[in-house]
């Protein structure tokens, strides 16, 4: 790997993160020594005052962004670092609510590059270490971290945090993390810090979960039990946690159950948020590729639920919101999917199928989507391709859902951007 030119900190993103591509000998490497080697002697193991790490199978970007708008609310400084992106690398770190420029990335980048020495670096530990230098730089007063695979041997647990939470449990990432979802408890809670809150967002939750909080002694708040929350009505919902209670919050844009989650890690962070903060907070929060509507006639939803507890939410909120009209399904996944369950989820809203295929090495392609749609099903070569013909054939009133990958939603985002609408 020596030939590779290593870049300078006035080289352009692309050049670095073209470099982080190729350093390491493997895209995913789920060891945390070198990267926690490399953290301690650049001093990044707590960037921050308070740190919130998030783990989960879904819902930790809304979790995170729903915490980031209440505590922005409130007066914070707040960075952000989150995975994957949808269209640029700089998508997933966020200070006060904005993308980092590029030269921002491209410094973080080179000290890293200078501190790790002969370590090895995976592109996501090498990006993990530069979002945490940032942050550091930037001096901001709270971090929240998603976990970008499992979480016990996850690049972002080598941070000392201070609230650790999980959003959801289910079966994805088969290939890294196994189908046995106490094995994936387990993982997920490896988060989880002796003494230090330990929030848990999933329903009934494996029992490892609250076995492995037990064990190093972390505090545990599993939703169901130690707080809880109820719709209201269609524009309310109230949440309690013990004696104290939240009544009359506005449903947010995001999914509830990830709402509530974020109010019991918030709770627990020893930071000063009113009642107000959160309203205000709730209304704001939003964030790309989630239930994202690009225009109403006819009606265009982008949503990166790929798999099928993502993609029940989804299915809900679908019927919910826009019953009675013909659903055009654009849909593209990774081939490391449980692309059966999903497929067989969203065909309940589902009245045309535009299946395409994804590049890389984990995409399938649209035969594979095929083996689980109806006959006679039209394949397209890209998600673009199947999103303009799906366009070309809707009506008005009729819903056109994109969906099945982050990439599936980054491309069909960035080719609806670049027509200027």
């Given at each position: 790997?020596?030939?590779?030119?290593?870049?300078?900190?006035?080289?352009?993103?692309?050049?670095?993160?073209?470099?982080?591509?190729?350093?390491?000998?493997?895209?995913?490497?789920?060891?945390?020594?070198?990267?926690?080697?490399?953290?301690?002697?650049?001093?990044?193991?707590?960037?921050?005052?308070?740190?919130?790490?998030?783990?989960?199978?879904?819902?930790?970007?809304?979790?995170?962004?729903?915490?980031?708008?209440?505590?922005?609310?409130?007066?914070?400084?707040?960075?952000?670092?989150?995975?994957?992106?949808?269209?640029?690398?700089?998508?997933?770190?966020?200070?006060?609510?904005?993308?980092?420029?590029?030269?921002?990335?491209?410094?973080?980048?080179?000290?890293?590059?200078?501190?790790?020495?002969?370590?090895?670096?995976?592109?996501?530990?090498?990006?993990?270490?530069?979002?945490?230098?940032?942050?550091?730089?930037?001096?901001?007063?709270?971090?929240?971290?998603?976990?970008?695979?499992?979480?016990?041997?996850?690049?972002?647990?080598?941070?000392?945090?201070?609230?650790?939470?999980?959003?959801?449990?289910?079966?994805?990432?088969?290939?890294?993390?196994?189908?046995?979802?106490?094995?994936?408890g387990f993982e997920k809670a490896g988060i989880y810090r002796s003494g230090k809150p330990a929030v848990c967002g999933q329903p009934k939750a494996p029992s490892t979960v609250a076995?492995?909080?037990?064990?190093?002694?972390?505090?545990?708040?599993?939703?169901?039990?130690?707080?809880?929350?109820?719709?209201?009505?269609?524009?309310?919902?109230?949440?309690?946690?013990?004696?104290?209670?939240?009544?009359?919050?506005?449903?947010?844009?995001?999914?509830?159950?990830?709402?509530?989650?974020?109010?019991?890690?918030?709770?627990?962070?020893?930071?000063?948020?009113?009642?107000?903060?959160?309203?205000?907070?709730?209304?704001?929060a939003q964030l790309p590729g989630r239930m994202q509507v690009l225009q109403h006639k006819p009606c265009i939803i982008l949503d990166v639920a790929h798999n099928p507890h993502s993609?029940?939410?989804?299915?809900?909120?679908?019927?919910?919101?826009?019953?009675?009209?013909?659903?055009?399904?654009?849909v593209a996944m990774l081939h490391d999917k449980d692309i059966q369950a999903t497929l067989d989820t969203l065909s309940s809203v589902a009245d045309e199928w535009y299946p395409a295929?994804?590049?890389?090495?984990?995409?399938?392609?649209?035969?594979?989507?095929?083996?689980?749609?109806?006959?006679?099903?039209?394949?397209?070569?890209?998600?673009?391709?199947?999103?303009?013909?799906?366009?070309?054939?809707?009506?008005?009133?009729?819903?056109?859902?994109?969906?099945?990958?982050?990439?599936?939603?980054?491309?069909?985002?960035?080719?609806?951007?670049?027509?200027?609408?």
């Amino acid at each position: 790997m020596n030939h590779l030119q290593t870049p300078q900190a006035t080289s352009p993103l692309s050049m670095w993160l073209d470099y982080l591509t190729n350093i390491h000998s493997s895209a995913i490497d789920l060891d945390l020594e070198r990267v926690l080697a490399v953290a301690e002697l650049a001093n990044l193991t707590k960037p921050a005052p308070t740190i919130i790490t998030v783990a989960g199978t879904n819902g930790k970007g809304s979790t995170c962004a729903l915490m980031e708008a209440i505590l922005l609310d409130a007066g914070y400084s707040v960075g952000v670092y989150s995975s994957p992106h949808l269209i640029r690398y700089n998508e997933r770190v966020r200070i006060n609510g904005l993308e980092m420029a590029d030269e921002k990335h491209t410094q973080a980048f080179d000290y890293i590059e200078t501190v790790r020495g002969d370590t090895s670096l995976s592109f996501f530990e090498f990006g993990t270490l530069a979002a945490l230098r940032m942050f550091q730089k930037e001096r901001v007063d709270v971090v929240l971290l998603e976990v970008g695979l499992g979480g016990r041997l996850d690049a972002t647990n080598v941070v000392e945090h201070d609230v650790s939470v999980i959003t959801s449990l289910a079966i994805d990432h088969v290939d890294w993390l196994g189908d046995d979802i106490e094995v994936i408890g387990f993982e997920k809670a490896g988060i989880y810090r002796s003494g230090k809150p330990a929030v848990c967002g999933q329903p009934k939750a494996p029992s490892t979960v609250a076995a492995h909080a037990d064990d190093i002694g972390a505090e545990l708040y599993q939703v169901g039990i130690q707080y809880n929350y109820q719709v209201i009505d269609e524009h309310n919902w109230c949440w309690s946690h013990g004696s104290y209670r939240l009544e009359q919050l506005p449903i947010p844009s995001l999914p509830l159950p990830n709402a509530a989650t974020a109010l019991m890690a918030l709770a627990t962070a020893n930071l000063d948020i009113s009642d107000i903060n959160i309203v205000k907070g709730l209304k704001a929060a939003q964030l790309p590729g989630r239930m994202q509507v690009l225009q109403h006639k006819p009606c265009i939803i982008l949503d990166v639920a790929h798999n099928p507890h993502s993609a029940a939410y989804l299915v809900e909120q679908i019927q919910l919101k826009y019953s009675n009209r013909r659903v055009r399904t654009v849909v593209a996944m990774l081939h490391d999917k449980d692309i059966q369950a999903t497929l067989d989820t969203l065909s309940s809203v589902a009245d045309e199928w535009y299946p395409a295929s994804l590049n890389g090495p984990r995409a399938a392609n649209a035969d594979e989507l095929c083996q689980f749609l109806p006959d006679n099903v039209k394949t397209f070569s890209t998600p673009t391709h199947a999103f303009t013909t799906a366009l070309e054939d809707a009506e008005a009133n009729d819903v056109i859902l994109v969906v099945g990958s982050f990439l599936t939603v980054g491309e069909v985002l960035e080719y609806w951007k670049s027509r200027g609408e």
